[in-house]
């Protein structure tokens, strides 16, 4: 058997998620543009879950620490003022190509003492339902394709001004219902990690009170991915978030945060190849795990400038009156040469009692981008709030 309309399905949802991670390989463009999109497996884990940093360009590395830090950067965990919480949210995706694709997203913390904070994580991602035929094009019944990752993580903090984070992962694909074309398919599946750290310090900035923060994640640190015996062996989406937040304190009633994230995927880069297949330039993309993340900073086949353009950028603002409401907003870039997305996000936060309600909304040229209208819902739940850290 095998699918209807398989390979079209996937290619849609990868270059709809990351517009640069589909299963393929670099070439020219349709606008003759010369791409070299970077391609790994499980793109879904570089999806923004939550509508607070959805809302914000998808910055939140070194953004004031909320219970989706499990996501962004484990180790904000540490500076989280309530003894345990959790969020909830949910993002209709590609609601252009396809109407049931979602992602869902369920996380908490809990918080051991003053220093130490555990936390953990759901993501599921639901690429709805393909219809199922054989060579005769025989009707064989739907198929629902999906893929998640379980996480824990854990945050302690040195001091009142630095803390580290780390997590670990399993990762499950399941885009396939067996047999493909005679070939005996299965789940993929992997195993992963993230490093984190985050320093947060008050000071005057500016002539106003401010609190200055910057953050460092590296997550999806882990082993590569197939999904048959004997077949290619896939990396995923290693990446390294780098970013800074100010937050000005105005008065008693309104504070004003600017946030900026850095990303990289370190996974490596197509070569350029021959019409004999032979390497021209870059390097041989088939290699280990570790040799793959160090390598990724000097293996694009166009050098320095290339590198550069494999660094895309998130801008976010957040405006909050007196902790109960906040507008936000941000835009998203990343180079043509490697994917193109780019857009702008709006969203709202209303904040009551020990309830966050935080929606999102993205942005797009609507000819170009099946991320275009995107939506986000989260809800926080926080508890036993003013706890000290130190």
């Known amino acids: 058997m095998k699918f209807k309309?398989?390979?079209?399905?996937?290619?849609?949802?990868?270059?709809?998620?990351?517009?640069?991670?589909?299963?393929?390989?670099?070439?020219?463009?349709?606008?003759?543009?010369?791409?070299?999109?970077?391609?790994?497996?499980?793109?879904?884990?570089?999806?923004?879950?939550?509508?607070?940093?959805?809302?914000?360009?998808?910055?939140?590395?070194?953004?004031?620490?909320?219970v989706n830090a499990t996501y962004w950067n484990p180790a904000k965990l540490a500076f989280l003022k309530s003894q345990y919480g959790f969020s909830l949210s949910y993002s209709p995706w590609l609601q252009k190509l396809v109407p049931d694709i979602s992602l869902s997203y369920i996380n908490g913390f809990y918080r051991l003492d003053d220093r130490n904070v555990i936390g953990g994580s759901l993501r599921y991602f639901s690429l709805g339902q393909i219809q199922l035929v054989d060579a005769n094009q025989t009707?064989?019944?739907?198929?629902?394709?999906?893929?998640?990752?379980?996480?824990?993580?854990?945050?302690?903090?040195?001091?009142?001004?630095?803390?580290?984070g780390t997590a670990l992962r399993f990762i499950y694909s399941n885009l396939s219902s067996g047999v493909i074309d005679g070939s005996q398919n299965k789940p993929g599946t992997a195993v992963a990690a993230d490093i984190s750290?985050?320093?947060q310090e008050d000071k005057d900035f500016l002539g106003s009170p401010a609190t200055l923060a910057f953050g460092l994640d590296i997550s999806n640190i882990g082993t590569k991915m197939?999904?048959?015996d004997g077949s290619p062996k896939y990396f995923i989406p290693t990446n390294m978030r780098l970013?800074?937040?100010?937050?000005?304190?105005?008065?008693?009633?309104?504070?004003?945060?600017?946030?900026?994230?850095?990303?990289?995927?370190?996974?490596?880069?197509?070569?350029?190849?021959?019409?004999?297949?032979?390497?021209?330039?870059g390097k041989d993309p088939n290699r280990s795990v570790p040799a793959g993340i160090f390598g990724s900073f000097s293996d694009a086949p166009g050098g320095f400038s290339e590198e550069i353009q494999e660094v895309s950028i998130s801008t976010g603002l957040e405006y909050w009156y007196n902790n109960l409401f906040a507008v936000r907003t941000g835009y998203f870039y990343e180079n043509p040469n490697k994917g193109n997305r780019q857009y702008l996000t709006l969203g709202l936060g209303l904040k009551y009692n020990i309830v966050n309600i935080d929606l999102s909304y993205l942005l797009a040229n609507q000819q170009k981008s099946p991320l275009a209208n995107t939506l986000r819902f989260s809800l926080v739940f926080n508890f036993n709030s003013q706890v000290k850290t130190n």
């Open 243 to 281: 970013g800074g937040a100010s937050t000005f304190h105005l008065d008693g009633f309104n504070d004003f945060t600017i946030a900026l994230d850095l990303n990289k995927l370190l996974v490596p880069t197509h070569p350029i190849y021959d019409n004999k297949g032979r390497i021209i330039a």
């Open 5 to 66: 309309f398989c390979a079209l399905s996937a290619s849609l949802v990868f270059l709809g998620l990351l517009n640069s991670h589909a299963q393929t390989n670099s070439g020219t463009t349709t606008d003759g543009r010369n791409g070299n999109t970077i391609t790994t497996a499980v793109p879904f884990l570089l999806i923004t879950p939550d509508a607070r940093a959805g809302a914000a360009g998808d910055a939140g590395v070194a953004t004031s620490p909320d």
């Open 139 to 164: 009707n064989l019944g739907t198929y629902s394709p999906n893929e998640l990752s379980v996480d824990g993580s854990f945050s302690r903090s040195f001091g009142e001004n630095f803390s580290l």
């Open 226 to 228: 197939s999904y048959s």
């Open 197 to 199: 750290a985050f320093y």
